[in-house]
């Protein structure tokens, strides 16, 4: 004990004397360069190092230390290890900067890569693979393939991390010294820590384009043999590489998910999640038993995680949303694990407010909705407004509960007035599914929806008014409140307005047709935006073109399209990507990898190799450019060559057309015709040829 003491005391008077490391970022004084020189050239040891610890320090604060490289280099050839690392991070650091000089120390890296020592081999293969150098990177094959082999397993995992940086610095060197052969080697290997290395890299290789490294049962059985004598970050990487293989038949992939199995009740959430992934890749191929026995695993493995740390419920929350889409039954007795607590962070809310809204059922729905109604009393105005959205997906979603949805709805804007446009908004899917609600007429004349001024709520009101306005006893006079302020609302109200106006022209022609006279001529000859004027045009001309009322509502009507649900993933997602981004970030963006991910493969300091891409990317912009081919295309409306002599005089007269055989097009002002982009006001007519229409 008393020589643990003084061995303590004696570095406590060291450090003392040293005065720490901040010493060597002092600043720097006329002829440090040529002291410096002299003691890297000295005989002492102690001297050396804090040179090379000053160099270092300087080149952290920016300084050029680069005219001490060959000083510094030649105190590689020592026997201190301590001396050694520093001299390896100064030529690593340096390497970057100034690529020539790192040639000269490749001798110092060849002859450590054969020293007794296992940490001076594996330091001397380290650093030099970390020398992204293509000048260097040659001679590090033969130094590397002896590492591979070496008796040593800390030497051969760090070579199996030498082939990993091998693959990103030059793929054609990797592949043509056949170091995917090495890989699989190593995936047999004794040490569980090499193995769990090579998992990783392999993984690398396979989904970076790489020469896919195929796995047999042997290997697989290899991997999962070594889990238990490996560190988290080892298990969650031999636990990735097995769920991106097949099984072969049901009976070797039931032994992988029972093997699997345990894993399922790690401390670590990745572990966790990572064993779950590789059964949900297996358990298709497994017989109903083990499909039974395994779902009560995940779920109770899955709520246990969503209790931990706010930080990992979201991200466990996250990676549900995905196994839902995989497996829509799991969790779905698991309701209450869900619930949002009032100590939980909002983003936690969230996604749990999400989770119930997927998992919800028949037999669960009216339970949810009381659960939404305390949630509907929250503080938080954001999570509130989620809320108000859940309470409409849930009648969208759940037949018997709409009528309940929507008198809560209604209950909530009454007790929280500020909520209205949200319900307004909310309430548009629910009038579009369950028009016989009449809940348009209870917002208006209870809720006072016609007042809203929030930009979606118009949008939503106006929608619900164009199709429903004959059930509501002053809907008409909301329409015209609405236009007589057109050209001050915003683009998406005005299209909504004229929208409106046109489905309520088709349903009353003549009691409509001055409303609509206005609304195109002002839409037309007033706004400066090109997608008002263009529908406003296009309105225009079908009314014109001689159709009929008839086959007009057709057009205008349609089929109107399913109510769908909120999704929670990128449509660009396939199944494939759902089981890969599972514990993943993927998962949480709810986007593929490749959507956010840079591009694979070796990029200089300076980014040289990106600005080459975002160049070569310029040419294939996929819109049209001036004078191309794809510019000159005709546009979704192409309404032939129309006539010139019978133009018709403006929008005061554009629904009258029935009767109209032939004229020139206005869209022509907009497509490319000789008349200029913006049409002249056009000039007022004495009698509106909808008379001869409809006289």
């Known amino acids: 004990m008393e020589a643990v003491l003084r061995k303590v005391e004696k570095l406590k008077q060291n450090f003392r004397h040293s005065g720490g490391g901040s010493k060597f970022f002092n600043t720097a004084w006329r002829g440090e360069g040529t002291a410096l020189q002299h003691e890297l050239n000295s005989n002492d040891k102690s001297r050396q190092k804090n040179a090379v610890k000053r160099i270092i320090a300087g080149m952290t604060m920016g300084r050029d230390v680069s005219h001490l490289f060959m000083d510094v280099v030649k105190l590689g050839q020592t026997t201190n290890l301590e001396l050694k690392k520093l001299v390896y991070l100064y030529v690593l650091s340096n390497a970057k ?390 050209m001050l609302h915003e683009p998406p109200v005005q299209l909504s307005i004229l929208s409106a106006v046109i489905k309520m022209f088709l349903r009353d022609p003549q009691g409509m047709e001055p409303t609509l006279n206005t609304v195109l001529d002002a839409l037309t000859t007033q706004s400066s935006d090109p997608d008002i004027r263009d529908r406003a045009y296009a309105y225009w001309r079908l009314l014109s073109k001689g159709i009929g009322v008839a086959k007009m509502k057709e057009i205008v009507h349609g089929h109107h399209a399913a109510v769908a649900v909120e999704s929670t993933f990128s449509d660009a997602m396939t199944m494939g990507d759902l089981l890969k981004s599972i514990n993943t970030a993927a998962a949480v963006f709810a986007r593929p990898a490749q959507s956010f991910l840079p591009p694979y493969g070796f990029v200089t300091e300076d980014g040289s190799d990106e600005e080459e891409e975002d160049e070569e990317a310029e040419p294939q912009s996929s819109e049209p450019q001036v004078g191309s081919t794809e510019a000159a295309q005709p546009s979704l409306f192409d309404f032939g060559p129309p006539a010139a002599s019978q133009l018709p005089a403006g929008p005061n007269n554009a629904a009258a057309g029935a009767a109209a055989t032939s004229h020139r097009d206005p869209l022509e002002d907009l497509l490319g015709g000789g008349l200029p982009a913006v049409p002249p006001k056009p000039v007022v007519q004495q009698a509106s040829t909808l008379d001869d229409l409809f006289s």
């Open 97 to 486: 900067l100034q690529p020539g000089k790192a040639l000269m120390a490749v001798n110092t890296f060849l002859q450590d890569t054969t020293n007794p020592s296992p940490v001076v081999r594996a330091l001397a293969v380290r650093t030099m693979m970390c020398v992204r150098v293509d000048s260097v990177t040659e001679y590090t094959l033969e130094p590397l393939r002896r590492a591979v082999n070496d008796l040593d397993p800390y030497v051969r995992k760090n070579a199996v991390i030498g082939i990993g940086k091998l693959f990103h610095n030059s793929r054609q060197l990797y592949e043509d010294q056949g170091f995917s052969t090495e890989l699989l080697k190593l995936l047999t290997d004794k040490a569980a820590v090499v193995v769990s290395n090579a998992a990783a890299v392999v993984m690398e290789v396979n989904s970076n384009g790489g020469t896919p490294i195929v796995l047999e049962r042997h290997h697989i059985m290899h991997l999962l043999d070594q889990i238990p004598g490996t560190t988290e970050w080892g298990q969650l990487n031999i636990l990735e590489l097995v769920s991106c293989t097949r099984p072969g038949d049901d009976r070797f992939a039931e032994d992988v998910v029972s093997r699997v199995m345990l894993q399922t009740n790690h401390t670590n959430q990745s572990v966790v999640m990572g064993a779950i992934k590789v059964i949900i890749n297996y358990l298709p191929h497994c017989g109903q038993s083990t499909v039974n026995e395994v779902g009560v695993r995940i779920n109770s493995a899955l709520v246990t995680l969503s209790r931990g740390d706010p930080e990992a419920q979201y991200v466990v929350c996250k990676n549900i949303h995905a196994l839902l889409v995989i497996f829509p039954n799991l969790l779905i007795n698991n309701l209450d694990s869900f619930y949002v607590r009032f100590s939980d962070p909002p983003y936690v809310k969230l996604e749990k407010l999400r989770l119930l809204l997927k998992l919800v059922s028949n037999s669960s729905a009216n339970g949810i909705l009381k659960e939404l109604e305390e949630y509907s009393t929250e503080v938080d105005p954001f999570f509130v407004e989620e809320v108000v959205k859940g309470i409409a997906e849930l009648a969208l979603k759940i037949d018997s509960v709409a009528q309940s949805c929507v008198a809560l709805l209604l209950r909530i804007v009454k007790n929280r007035p500020e909520l209205l446009p949200q319900v307004v908004t909310s309430c548009k899917n629910i009038t579009r599914k369950y028009p016989k609600l009449l809940v348009l007429g209870t917002l208006i004349s209870e809720c006072g929806a016609d007042s809203v001024v929030e930009e979606e709520a118009k949008v939503s009101l106006i929608w619900m008014l164009g199709e429903f306005c004959e059930f509501v006893e002053n809907g008409m006079d909301i329409i015209r409140k609405y236009i007589e302020e057109l």
